[in-house]
């Protein structure tokens, strides 16, 4: 069992940046692969990006690549959501899921993720 608390989700400018934490229970955390994920309203959540356990491997929706920088401190059990040059379009509550047996495209899937934090509002004003 894995639980995840995000935090770092508040009102910015466009342009601005925030960090987003998400910090985990247990003591299995570097065995997960950990992923970010948003949903804006009316809108499916949607995959942000992803790394792998050891860190080594990322991954980036095409939206958010050069812009936010994924990361995670195993020794810490946290993972790490650096939004840089944000935009109105980013507005919404992000989320961090874990999940093992990740691999290419599957990072991106929603269901391949078996936990999931209870999210963090990011609002970008124009």
């Known amino acids: 069992q894995v639980q995840l608390v995000e935090s770092g989700g508040r009102l910015v400018q466009a342009g601005g940046s925030l960090r987003l934490s998400c910090a985990a229970s247990g003591r299995t955390f570097s065995s997960y692969a950990m992923g970010w994920f948003r949903q804006a309203p009316g809108k499916e959540r949607e995959f942000v990006a992803a790394?792998?356990?050891?860190?080594?491997?990322?991954y980036y929706a095409d939206s958010v690549k050069g812009r936010f920088t994924i990361s995670r401190d195993n020794a810490k059990n946290t993972v790490y959501l650096q939004m840089n040059r944000l935009k109105p379009e980013d507005t919404a509550v992000y989320y961090c899921?874990?999940?093992?047996?990740?691999?290419?495209?599957?990072?991106?899937?929603?269901?391949?993720?078996?936990?999931w934090g209870q999210g963090t509002q990011v609002t970008v004003s124009s």
């Open positions: 790394i792998s356990t050891s860190g080594g491997t990322r």
């Open positions: 899921a874990a999940g093992q047996g990740l691999g290419g495209l599957a990072y991106s899937i929603r269901a391949r993720y078996d936990y």
